[in-house]
């Protein structure tokens, strides 16, 4: 595998994968664009999207149903050749393009690294900001009023792209949604402006792994004992500063001030997502000591309404398992709402934690409309806002009992009252839970299966 330095255009690859009838072909392409942002809007059903992304565009390839990788002639990995899907006008619509060795070859050498061990441990968590963005040509980022010595300075930096981040959106309920609002420009992140994705996740990941690593440091020198030297603490107290900021004391000027240290990208990305996912194992192991307690922040420079403005963003963090449990209750199921929802900005107040992902034909709730895209807020009067406070408010109801529940759907965000009648014999409760280590699913029975004996067949 070869990440860096990342394909440009012009430069000659080889399309390998197998066809459908498992035969090996490939062709020799050019890369006509490698700087192509992934722009995927949002689906009717909320579900995985693409996001921060930059494609690879090759001058010819097999088509859409073709997948693979891109080699060099040595054979040495440069990117892979995946399957992309979007919804247009209500259509599934499928395309393929090339995602950089970059991405994704930190996690490759991190989990070889855990499989040569032995060990089993649950996926690395990363940070990440929980915002999307979309970057945005600096000819119209001008028109919007970005101010010109931001365009010269940005048009310096990347001559290839000649582009500005813009959120497009924020997670409901995190941090960023309260201090980032759509249509801020992204200038600059920790006093180094950023271009592009990579810039934004090698900062990023360098930001948690020393944010990590401070706190690793503390919590040792705070373990070890309280009768340590000066120096040893003001030591862990320079290392636990130093986890803010990358330079924090600078003679006073502010991160947005600041030039751009003269590093390439490529030096340090790999290995700070390295080094960031490691310790984030470390930390995952040590959570009874209080390690972790709480995600790192970022400072960052925007352009909003006319001001170029310094903000503090709390990061958000993801494992990448998705869904780990679901419960099915009278034929709906329930879920906390995955990133997919939470994606879209909203979450309705209070309880949010019940989700409906899914109900099934012929069920209760199917009979009594509580469809998909809905969260369950109350039973009963009783608030619910997570799965066991739900499962704990219909423990009682029996089977045939009618339960009022206080729904909200996510489209109109509107609440609404409705009833349904319980049918435990054919539409049981039970949930299942992923086990994060093992990648195992297990069932659990939460109500019986009270199936009743016919009154023809019951003996005298």
Not at 38 to 66: C, M, N, W, Y
Not at 391 to 406: H, I, M, N, Y
Request: hydrophobic residues 35%.
């Amino acid at each position: 595998m070869l990440p860096y330095p990342p394909l440009k255009r012009g430069e000659s690859v080889r399309l390998v994968g197998l066809t459908k009838h498992l035969r090996v072909m490939q062709r020799t392409s050019t890369v006509t664009n490698a700087t192509a942002a992934l722009t995927i809007p949002s689906a009717e059903v909320p579900r995985f999207r693409a996001v921060h992304e930059e494609v690879i565009k090759l001058d010819q390839d097999f088509g859409a149903t073709f997948s693979g990788c891109l080699t060099d002639h040595r054979g040495r990995v440069r990117g892979l050749w995946c399957s992309y899907s979007e919804q247009v006008d209500k259509e599934e619509r499928e395309w393929c393009a090339g995602l950089h060795a970059a991405v994704f070859y930190p996690w490759v050498e991190q989990l070889a690294r855990l499989l040569d061990q032995g060990t089993s441990a649950s996926p690395p968590a990363v940070s990440v900001l929980d915002a999307e963005l979309e970057a945005v040509l600096l000819s119209k980022a001008a028109q919007f009023g970005l101010p010109a010595e931001w365009v010269t300075r940005l048009d310096q930096l990347d001559p290839e792209r000649r582009q500005v981040l813009r959120v497009r959106s924020c997670v409901a309920q995190s941090h960023a949604s309260k201090v980032l609002h759509s249509g801020d420009m992204l200038l600059a992140m920790s006093g180094r402006p950023v271009t592009c994705f990579q810039d934004v996740e090698r900062l990023i990941s360098e930001t948690a792994a020393r944010a990590i690593a401070a706190g690793a440091v503390a919590a040792v020198t705070a373990h070890s004992g309280h009768g340590g030297s000066r120096s040893d603490q003001d030591g862990s107290a320079s290392a636990a500063t130093a986890g803010k900021y990358e330079d924090d004391t600078n003679d006073g000027v502010p991160p947005s001030k600041r030039p751009r240290p003269c590093e390439p990208v490529v030096a340090t990305h790999g290995q700070a997502e390295l080094a960031a996912g490691a310790l984030m194992q470390t930390q995952q192991k040590r959570q009874g000591q209080g390690w972790g307690r709480r995600q790192p922040s970022m400072h960052l420079t925007i352009y909003r309404s006319g001001c170029v403005l310094d903000v503090e963003v709390v990061l958000g963090r993801e494992d990448g398992m998705g869904t780990s449990r679901l419960v099915h209750w009278c034929g709906a199921q329930l879920q906390a709402p995955h990133r997919g929802v939470r994606e879209l900005g909203f979450l309705p107040e209070g309880a949010a934690g019940v989700y409906i992902s899914r109900w099934h034909h012929g069920s209760p709730a199917h009979r009594y409309g509580l469809y998909a895209l809905h969260w369950i807020q109350q039973v009963n009067g009783v608030d619910t806002p997570d799965l066991d406070s739900f499962l704990a408010a219909v423990a009682g109801c029996g089977d045939g009992q009618f339960v009022r529940l206080k729904v909200c759907h996510l489209e109109t965000t509107q609440p609404k009252v409705l009833t349904l009648k319980m049918d435990l014999q054919y539409w049981p409760t039970w949930e299942l839970r992923l086990d994060p280590n093992t990648c195992t699913w297990r069932r659990l029975q939460h109500s019986p299966f009270p199936f009743r004996t016919a009154p023809f067949l019951t003996s005298s």
